[in-house]
């Protein structure tokens, strides 16, 4: 008997544009859900779009409550579940970067409710995925989440936000190409699932951005609108695959280390952008293609544009095989001679 079964959830609403944030009501209104609605957010999203978000809920008769977050942990994780849970929320509406996104859609797959994706910066593919990233300790979790019924994504607010957020945004589709590199071989070493749409996608969307990298400005609108609908492209292929990994590969595990060893030194796609220039160097892959379209962009392809010192870049990259068991080019791990030796080869270092 045929037995496959296979879940896809995508969300109804995807709603980008100018000035789009005061349709959030009216976009989620649309989905039929019940309830009071728990705004989950960080202090400058708050300011830059979440406070306005509340106000017009409760302008709608909804009766909104807004709960802060600082980091992405299952610490915060529990807070938000009891906001929830102490407004009885029917619903939570993820405003922000990656990480107050994260928890709102790792909340709402806790208690069982719905959620609705309002980025504040086009800095992560996260926007509309079902996996949640959180650090726990040594290790890091890619973790089941709820997938956002409704995305708001404003490209007044995604254009105004700083400019790194969007070349961030930006390097983590690019990132795509390495991931699914990565996928292929774990595929073929290790009898990974793969899934031939999901890679095609996810590689279709890096390859889009990458021929568009001349025409991504700062200041234009239009380079906001490009780079979320790639993020939005991005996050349907992890959701169809029901994994992170046609966005996640040796590049994230990379990232992930930096994140434990020098937290906060650099933004998430930044450091995935450098991860994913070594990463293709190791594949024997156009690493100066990958390095020319990340500097086209803004975005960094050093370790000093990092902010990050040598020492740190190589012991995060010897050591990054072991934060996840995610098969990759890393294998078992890079010694540090050839750590040294990719690092100065593709001029990281
Ligand atoms: N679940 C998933 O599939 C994915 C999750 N992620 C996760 O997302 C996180 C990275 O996302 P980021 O957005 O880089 O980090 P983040 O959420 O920490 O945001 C970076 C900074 O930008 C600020 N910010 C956001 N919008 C702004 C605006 N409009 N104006 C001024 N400042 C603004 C935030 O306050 C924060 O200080 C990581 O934790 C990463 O693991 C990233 C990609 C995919
Ligand atoms: O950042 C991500 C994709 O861009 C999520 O990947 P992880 O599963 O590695 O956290
Ligand atoms: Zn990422």
Redesign the pocket.
């Known amino acids: 008997m045929f037995d496959k079964t296979t879940w896809i959830r995508l969300p109804r609403n995807v709603v980008v544009g100018h000035g789009v944030l005061d349709q959030t009501v009216e976009a989620v209104s649309e989905l039929h859900l019940h309830g009071r609605p728990l705004v989950v957010t960080?202090?400058?999203?708050r300011r830059?779009?979440a406070d306005r978000v509340a106000a017009d809920f409760e302008d709608a008769g909804e009766d909104p409550a807004v709960v802060e977050i600082e980091t992405?942990s299952f610490e915060a994780v529990q807070e938000v579940i009891a906001a929830a849970e102490e407004i009885d929320a029917g619903y939570l509406v993820g405003v922000?970067?990656?990480?107050?996104i994260?928890i709102a859609k790792m909340a709402s797959h806790d208690i069982g409710r719905g959620f609705v994706s309002v980025p504040?910066?086009a800095?992560?593919?996260?926007i509309v995925?079902g996996?949640?990233?959180v650090p726990e300790g040594d290790t890091r979790h890619s973790v089941a989440?709820e997938p956002p019924l409704a995305v708001i994504a404003d490209t007044e607010?995604l254009a105004?936000?700083?400019w790194e957020?969007t070349t961030?945004g930006c390097a983590?589709i690019i990132s795509n190409y390495t991931a699914i590199k990565d996928w292929r071989l774990a595929n073929r070493l290790q009898n990974v699932e793969y899934h031939h749409y999901a890679a095609a996608l996810a590689e279709m969307t890096a390859e889009m951005l990458v021929e568009e990298a001349d025409s991504i400005k700062q200041g234009l609108e239009e380079s906001a609108w490009a780079v979320v609908k790639a993020l939005v492209s991005s996050?349907v292929a992890?959701s169809i695959a029901d994994s992170?990994r046609p966005?996640s590969g040796a590049e994230h595990l990379f990232s992930h280390q930096l994140d434990r060893m020098v937290p906060d030194a650099a933004?998430?796609?930044h450091q995935v952008g450098v991860g994913t220039i070594v990463a293709e160097y190791l594949h024997g892959g156009n690493w100066r293609g990958v390095r020319d379209a990340l500097s086209t962009i803004g975005a960094p392809t050093t370790a000093e544009e990092l902010g990050i010192d040598e020492e740190t870049v190589v012991a995060a990259l010897t050591s990054a095989h072991e934060i996840r068991d995610r098969y990759t080019i890393l294998g078992n791990g890079m010694s540090e001679a050839a750590a040294y030796e990719a690092v100065e080869t593709t001029g990281v270092i």
């Open positions: 960080s202090p400058t999203p830059v779009a992405a922000g970067g990656g990480k107050a994260d504040t910066a800095s992560h593919d996260g995925s996996r949640g990233s989440a607010i105004d936000a700083p957020l961030a983590d996050g992890m992170s966005a933004l998430h796609g």
